[in-house]
């Protein structure tokens, strides 16, 4: 268990729907980064939250958004569904803005149907 | 832009030593990681060099050259269970932001 906490582990939805993944860094945590791996492609960067700011954004869609509560928790919205949105989505943790290592939580594997 | 290149496949036997080898180009520099993934599950964190030289961690080392662009991921005493994705990992910022960028990652495949 690497203390970050994804749900749900599994999701199937339809084209056209929204869906919300969430995530709870590890204890202390500050910095919150989102990623998506594709069967075909690496993972990619999404976006980062550090202490609830956007610090970082990468290849997000219009349609995908995200947040960060004031307990750390984060949440990445993804709407008007396709196909192609279909992959493992990680979240990941670090203890600081600069911090060294990132530690990922076991993912969300989205199905879109 | 961003380029991180690294061998899609490669296969090795067990008790036998391999080499990972990644090249990178990227806006700029402030080290370099190399994660574990095993088919589905969560990329686990194996080292990290931000100065030129090789990092030791009982099987696993990792060599850095940033005059080159170039690290390589040396697994030694191969054994079943390093049969996995090695990711290779860049972080470019060095101002306020920890993101990484990943290659496409290495699948090895250890046969006994």
């Known amino acids: 268990d690497s203390g970050v906490t994804q749900t749900p582990k599994h999701l199937i939805t339809a084209t056209g729907q929204r869906v919300t993944l969430r995530c709870s860094p590890r204890?202390?945590?500050?910095?919150v980064y989102w990623y998506q791996q594709s069967l075909d492609q690496g993972l990619q960067f999404l976006i980062q939250y550090y202490n609830g700011e956007e610090r970082a954004k990468g290849n997000i869609l219009e349609r995908f958004s995200a947040q960060q509560f004031p307990d750390l928790h984060s949440e990445l919205n993804l709407s008007s569904l396709e196909l192609g949105d279909s992959a493992l989505y990680f979240c990941?943790?670090?203890?600081?803005?600069?911090?060294?290592?990132?530690?990922f939580g076991a993912g969300s594997r989205l199905t879109v149907l | 832009g961003q380029n991180i290149d690294q061998p899609t496949e490669m296969t090795a036997t067990e008790g036998a030593i391999v080499q990972i080898n990644c090249t990178y180009q990227?806006?700029?520099?402030?080290?370099l990681f190399w994660y574990q993934q095993h088919a589905g599950e969560a990329p686990t964190f194996l080292s990290y060099?931000?100065?030129?030289g090789l990092e030791e961690k009982g099987r696993f080392s990792s060599f850095l050259s940033r005059s080159k662009g170039y690290s390589y991921l040396l697994l030694k005493e191969l054994q079943m269970k390093d049969s996995a994705s090695y990711l290779c990992?860049?972080?470019?910022?060095?101002?306020?932001?920890?993101?990484?960028?990943f290659g496409q990652g290495t699948t090895l495949q250890v046969k006994p």
């Open positions: 204890s202390g945590d500050l910095s």
């Open positions: 990941a943790s670090s203890g600081g803005i600069g911090a060294n290592v990132l530690t």
């Open positions: 990992a860049v972080r470019p910022d060095s101002s306020n932001t920890g993101k990484l960028i």
């Open positions: 990227t806006s700029g520099f402030n080290g």
């Open positions: 060099n931000v100065l030129d």
